[in-house]
T-cell receptor
Framework: GQQLNQSPQSMFIQEGEDVSMNCTSS?????WLWYKQEPGEGPVLLIA?????ELTSNGRLTAQFGITRKDSFLNISASIPSDVGIYFC???????????FGKGTHLIIQP | ETGVTQSPTHLIKTRGQQVTLRCSSQ?????VSWYQQALGQGPQFIFQ???????GRGNFPPRFSGLQFPNYSSELNVNALELDDSALYLC?????????????FGPGTRLTVL
C-alpha cells in the first residue's frame, strides 16, 4: 500500500542540536510534503518537494527528495524551543486526490 | 491573502446525532479536502471536492458526506455519530490546475462524541 513510515517516533534533544528525521515508503511518490503541527492547531506546510534528488531549504530546515522516490529526509539545524511539535511527512494518494500521512515524529526540546 | 478557516472550533455531540462542520478555503483555491485526525495519529483522508462534486474518497462510510459551494467553501456532514468519530477534523484547500498535492490546512474542529 501507500503507507508512509516515519522515524524516529519521538526525539528528545537539547536546544542548539541538529535534528534529522526521515520518511520511507514501499511505493513511489512524485511529491513529498513536510508539515509541522502544534497542539490544537492544523498542520502547517514547511517544505514541498517535487523532483527526485531535490534538496530544498526553508530557513534552518532542509529537506531532500530521495532519488529512489521512496524516501525523504528533513533536517533542522540549531534547534530552538519553538521547533517543538509533531513533524509529518505526506505524499499524494494514487488517486491524486488527498494526501497520505505518516504517523509523525514528535520533537521535544529539553532546556 | 486569507488562509483556510473552519467553524466551529469545538463541538460536543452525543452518539446517534448528526453534525455539520464548515470550511472556507484559502483565497485563490478551488479544491477542498477533509481529513480526520485521531489522537496520536496522522490525518486520514475522508474526501475531496472540486467543482462542487466529490473528486475522491478515502476509506470512510457513506454517513460521512460533504458539499462544496460556488464560492469554494465546503461542509462536512456526519450522520449517526459514533464514539469513534471523536477526532480533530481538518479541512485543506488547494488549487486544481497548479500543484494539487500542495494542500494548506485550517486549524481544525475538535469533535467530541459522548
Amino acid at each position: 500500500g501507500q503507507q508512509l513510515n516515519q522515524s524516529p517516533q519521538s526525539m528528545f534533544i537539547q536546544e542548539g542540536e541538529d535534528v534529522s528525521m526521515n520518511c520511507t515508503s514501499s511505493s513511489i511518490f512524485n511529491t513529498w510534503l513536510w508539515y509541522k503541527q502544534e497542539p490544537g492547531e492544523g498542520p502547517v506546510l514547511l517544505i514541498a518537494l517535487y523532483k527526485a534528488g531535490e534538496l530544498t531549504s526553508n530557513g534552518r530546515l532542509t529537506a531532500q527528495f530521495g532519488i529512489t522516490r521512496k524516501d525523504s529526509f528533513l533536517n533542522i539545524s540549531a534547534s530552538i524551543p519553538s521547533d517543538v511539535g509533531i513533524y509529518f511527512c505526506a505524499g499524494p494518494r494514487r488517486g491524486a486526490d488527498g494526501l497520505t500521512f505518516g504517523k509523525g515524529t514528535h520533537l521535544i526540546i529539553q532546556p | 491573502e486569507t488562509g483556510v478557516t473552519q467553524s466551529p472550533t469545538h463541538l460536543i455531540k452525543t452518539r446517534g446525532q448528526q453534525v455539520t462542520l464548515r470550511c472556507s478555503s484559502q483565497s485563490g483555491h478551488n479544491t477542498v479536502s477533509w481529513y480526520q485526525q485521531a489522537l496520536g495519529q496522522g490525518p486520514q483522508f475522508i474526501f475531496q471536492y472540486y467543482r462542487e462534486e466529490e473528486n475522491g474518497r478515502g476509506n470512510f462510510p457513506p454517513r460521512f458526506s460533504g458539499l462544496q459551494f460556488p464560492n469554494y467553501s465546503s461542509e462536512l456532514n456526519v450522520n449517526a455519530l459514533e464514539l469513534d468519530d471523536s477526532a480533530l477534523y481538518l479541512c485543506a484547500s488547494s488549487f486544481w490546475g497548479g500543484s494539487t498535492d500542495t494542500q494548506y490546512f485550517g486549524p481544525g474542529t475538535r469533535l467530541t462524541v459522548l
